[in-house]
């Protein structure tokens, strides 16, 4: 069965007996008290901010607020989206559902750019803005997502209305009508920005992006759920049929970034210096790969396509593939970069650290798969279990709670990193354990 339930003909009947019904249900448990004690309870309500509205973004190692305490869009909506998801797993905890409602409220009043429409990029504690310069369909794409969570849960027709507000200001200002998908950077106004001559060759600007794509595709499956629109489907059909058959590459790896044409923008043929200089712009991103094999399929379901064995091969073609090739066989936990340069024989992993959201994501991923084939010899099962001991070993904090940016193993100084940023909150591995507990104990 698919995310939701969908069945896909590739896909092996399954049904687990008795001792492995037994041990799924533990681990059910045992990742749901993890889940509740070492992660909601932590983050919330502690870091709602009873002052000014919103989340605060920035704690210690041991979770004290720190630092000044700026406000992105991305984050802020992540943290709507994990109190609606919260409050509706426990319903009757109130704090949960508060904690959406006047987050939700800071999105509306704070967040949304009145006079020009979609949302802001960054603002202070307070609410004025930080960011004059930009927006971007990737923090706006998160505005969505959070606005039909809390739609969701809630039935507050405010947030649907924001919701289809900010898809029909992007559908305005970035959408790219002719070579179809987004434009990522844009004017405060929504005006896509350009490359020119002055554009450093390292910068992103103006190129057309997976990681943009892959969070449209999320919040558009999101919003499609509780508002069924025709436009809307033509949209998440378009990014779903991009990231799947433009955006990955016959390995199984996402292409980072392209043209506006979508023409891949790649440094292979050049030196490895220079590759490495330009490794923002093209390398493999690990946990975006197997993050994406969930959103493709999930994004299958909720459209209600039938038998999908296209998009069910190329996600089982990612997870493979992230397996393959970026799995760690010492400590367990999968390294964050590689590069296929064009003199070595494999990939090179140019980046050894593990990052706690791709992690995360490989968790659902490698449970997604293993529901799917259970007697692949890619053993998905074990292998999920695998990397839930080593989320448990390195990346879980047994003293202070919540996840260490990145795992001990190879990344000891994180111990007494930041917890939280305003790239660190909670719905990657909220919305990966929370999935798990429920394929767990289905």
Partial sequence: MGPGGLPFASAQQYTPGKKQQEGRKKLAKEIEISMRKQLLDIWYPRSVDSIYGGFLSNFSFDFQPTGIQYKMIVTQARHVWSNSVAARIYPNEKHFHDAAKQGFDFLKRVMWDQANGGFFTLVTREGKLKDSTHKTAYGNAFGIYACAAWYKTSGNTEALELAKKCFYWLEEKSHDKI?????????????????????????????????????????????????????????????????????????????????????????????????????????????????????????????????DDNTMRIAKKMVDHTINTSWDGKNGGFFDEGYYFKNKTGITIIKNSKNWWAQAEALNSLLIMADHFPHDRMQYFQKFKQQWQYIKTYIIDPVHGDWFEEGLDTRPERKTSLKGHIWKGTYHHLRSMSNCIKHLRN
């Fill in 179 to 307: 070579h179809k998908g987004y434009y990522q950077d844009l004017s405060i106004e929504g005006k896509p920005l350009k490359r020119d001559e002055n554009t450093p060759s390292t910068s992103s600007l103006g190129y057309k992006d997976q990681n943009s794509s892959i969070h449209l595709l999320e919040a558009f499956t999101e919003l499609y759920e509780v508002w069924p629109d025709s436009l809307l489907r033509t949209r998440l059909e378009e990014m779903l049929l991009l990231v799947r058959d433009v955006q990955t590459s016959h390995r199984g790896n996402l292409i980072l970034y392209f043209q506006p044409d979508w023409t891949p923008i790649s440094f292979r043929d050049s030196s490895e210096s220079i590759i490495l200089t330009h490794k923002n712009l093209d390398h493999v991103s690990f946990g975006h790969d197997i993050e994406t094999a969930y959103l493709l399929l999930e994004a299958s379901h909720v459209l209600g396509w039938k038998k």
